[in-house]
Nanobody, 127 residues
Framework: QVQLVESGGGLVQAGGSTKLSCVAN????????MGWLRQAPGKEREFVAA?????????YAESVKGRFTISRDNAENTIVSLQMSNLRPEDTAVYYC???????????????????WGQGTQVTVSS
């Protein structure tokens, strides 16, 4: 069974940086589009960033463009990372890693697709 295991995050001061990682066991997801979504308290889950299976193409939410960078390594296990910089209090949320086989980086996060989900990791940005 394919699993996504997230790590990183925690408590960060505004303006600071942190990095999230998501490891998929084995190479079963090496051809999947992968990415990150987040959910803040009282809000709906929202798209953050997505990356193509090759790692060549990326897509970002407007709110994180220029501050977050997504990358992936398919060498052995599939590892997707989210480097988060210049963090703001409004970035506080639970961040979820996800993978989708039949979507694109432009549809990532939308309903109607079958996703593999990680368990989520908390990022709290203090002002």
């Amino acid at each position: 069974q394919v699993q996504l295991v997230e790590s990183g995050g925690g408590l960060v001061q505004a303006g600071g940086s942190t990095k999230l990682s998501c490891v998929a066991n084995g190479r079963a997801l090496s051809t999947y589009v992968m990415g990150w979504l987040r959910q803040a308290p009282g809000k709906e889950r929202e798209f953050v960033a997505a990356i193509s299976w090759s790692g060549v193409s990326t897509n970002y939410a407007e709110s994180v463009k220029g501050r977050f960078t997504i990358s992936r390594d398919n060498a052995e296990n599939t590892i997707v990372s989210l480097q988060m910089s210049n963090l703001r209090p409004e970035d506080t949320a639970v961040y979820y890693c996800a993978a989708v086989k039949d979507g694109t980086i432009w549809t990532f996060g939308r309903n109607g697709y079958s996703y593999v989900w990680g368990q989520g990791t908390q990022v709290t940005v203090s002002s």
